[in-house]
Antibody
Framework: QVTLKESGPGILQPSQTLSLTCTFS??????????VGWIRQPSGKGLEWLAN???????YYNPSLKNRLTISKDTSNNQAFLKITNVDTADTATYYC????????????WGQGVMVTVSS | DIQMTQSPASLSASLGETVTIECRAS??????LAWYQQKPGKSPQLLIY???SLHTGVPSRFSGSGSGTQYSLKINSLQSEDVASYFC?????????FGAGTKLELK
C-alpha cells in the first residue's frame, strides 16, 4: 500500500525559508524509475507543479520560482524534502507530495497535503 | 511552457447524465496527459493517464480520449460521489502544467 504524508511548519513569516518533508511508504526512491514530486494549491485555486526528484537523484524545478526551490531525498528513511527560500504571502497554499511510478511521468498517489500560511 | 486550457470552468448535471470536460494544450503533448479528481478538502486522485488509460480502481464510467492538443474526460451515468473538481495535467514536457479545473455539481 502506497502512502505519502507531508509535514511542515504551518505558519511562517515573509522572507523565511519554508522546509517541507514528505514521508512515504510502500515504495522506495532507490528503485529504478521512481520519483516524487511537489505540487501546491492556494485555497480555492488551481494546482502548480513545483519540483520532481528521481531515483537517480535527477531533479527538475519549475522555472517560475526561479532559484528559490531545492528538492532532496533521504532514501534510507523514505523521505523527500522541499525548501523554498524567501517566502512571501503568495506562497500561502496547501503543499502536496506525490509519487511518480516506474518511469511514467504522472502522479499516481498523493499525500493528504499540508497547509502553509505566510503571514507577518 | 505548455498552456492547458480547460473547459468548462463549472458544470451542473443531473444524476445518470453523461458529462464531458475538455482540455486543450498549446502544443502537441503526444498523449502525455492525466486527469485528476479532487473532492472538497481532499487531495487530487488520479483517474486517467496517458490520455486514455484508466488508473487502478477507478470506475469504468470514467474514460479519457483525445490526441495532439485536444483531450477530453467523459463521465457516464453521473453518480453523486462524482461531485468534485477535475483537473487535467500535461507531463509531456517540463514544467508540468495543469488546467484551471472544472467544478462539477449536481443539478
Amino acid at each position: 500500500q502506497v502512502t505519502l504524508k507531508e509535514s511542515g511548519p504551518g505558519i511562517l513569516q515573509p522572507s523565511q525559508t519554508l522546509s517541507l518533508t514528505c514521508t512515504f511508504s510502500g515504495f522506495s526512491l532507490s528503485t529504478y524509475g521512481m520519483g516524487v514530486g511537489w505540487i501546491r494549491q492556494p485555497s480555492g485555486k488551481g494546482l502548480e507543479w513545483l519540483a520532481n526528484i528521481w531515483w537517480d537523484d535527477d531533479k527538475y524545478y519549475n522555472p517560475s520560482l526561479k532559484n528559490r526551490l531545492t528538492i532532496s531525498k533521504d532514501t534510507s528513511n523514505n523521505q523527500a524534502f522541499l525548501k523554498i527560500t524567501n517566502v512571501d504571502t503568495a506562497d500561502t497554499a496547501t503543499y502536496y507530495c506525490a509519487r511518480i511510478y516506474g518511469g511514467y511521468l504522472y502522479f499516481d498517489y498523493w499525500g493528504q497535503g499540508v497547509m502553509v500560511t505566510v503571514s507577518s | 511552457d505548455i498552456q492547458m486550457t480547460q473547459s468548462p470552468a463549472s458544470l451542473s448535471a443531473s444524476l445518470g447524465e453523461t458529462v464531458t470536460i475538455e482540455c486543450r494544450a498549446s502544443e502537441d503533448i503526444y498523449n502525455g496527459l492525466a486527469w485528476y479528481q479532487q473532492k472538497p478538502g481532499k487531495s487530487p486522485q488520479l483517474l486517467i493517464y496517458n490520455a486514455n488509460s484508466l488508473h487502478t480502481g477507478v470506475p469504468s464510467r470514467f474514460s479519457g480520449s483525445g490526441s495532439g492538443t485536444q483531450y477530453s474526460l467523459k463521465i457516464n451515468s453521473l453518480q453523486s460521489e462524482d461531485v468534485a473538481s477535475y483537473f487535467c495535467q500535461q507531463y509531456y514536457d517540463y514544467p508540468y502544467t495543469f488546467g484551471a479545473g472544472t467544478k462539477l455539481e449536481l443539478k
